[in-house]
């Protein structure tokens, strides 16, 4: 846990009992249902260790952390019915790494160009239980 990492923070409140928006944990990655749900079913898997860049993983974490990935958006793809799921891996804002999982109804900009993505408040956290809840009968 790297200090002051909100990332870290994030799943220290987890391993404590207090999140309520994971979904599931994996071997490398903890799924959750993001705050923003703009875009139905946004969910993010976030590595459990500090590491900011994909390459920087050794090889078996690597494809562990892909394979997870892969099951998350399996289920995200399932239990939301997009018509095209966006994926993206940055890191700029919080240097820790994580995976956004937006799923898309309709064909338009990427999502960061959508200024009520940009714009929306959090989804209350009823409904974020609700939404990890679903999610999780797909994995
Ligand atoms: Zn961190």
């Not at 997009?82 to 919080?94: D, S, T």
Request: contains cysteine; charged residues 30%; proline residues 7%.
């Amino acid at each position: 846990m790297k200090k002051g990492c909100a990332i870290c923070e994030r799943l220290a409140l987890w391993r404590q009992g207090s999140n309520t928006d994971v979904v599931r944990e994996f071997n490398q990655s903890v799924l959750v249902i993001g705050m923003n749900q703009h875009f139905r079913g946004y969910a993010l898997l976030l590595l459990k260790r500090h590491v900011r860049e994909p390459h920087q993983l050794p090889p078996k974490a690597r494809r562990e952390l892909f394979e997870e990935l892969m099951r998350s958006a399996d289920a995200v793809w399932r239990c939301f019915k997009p018509w095209k799921l966006n994926y993206a891996c940055y890191g700029n804002a919080v240097p820790h790494m994580h995976w956004h999982i937006i799923p898309r109804k309709v064909k338009g900009p990427p999502p960061w160009l959508v200024r009520e993505f940009r714009e929306a408040k959090p989804a209350s956290e009823a409904h974020r239980t609700r939404l990890a809840r679903r999610l999780r009968r797909f994995m």
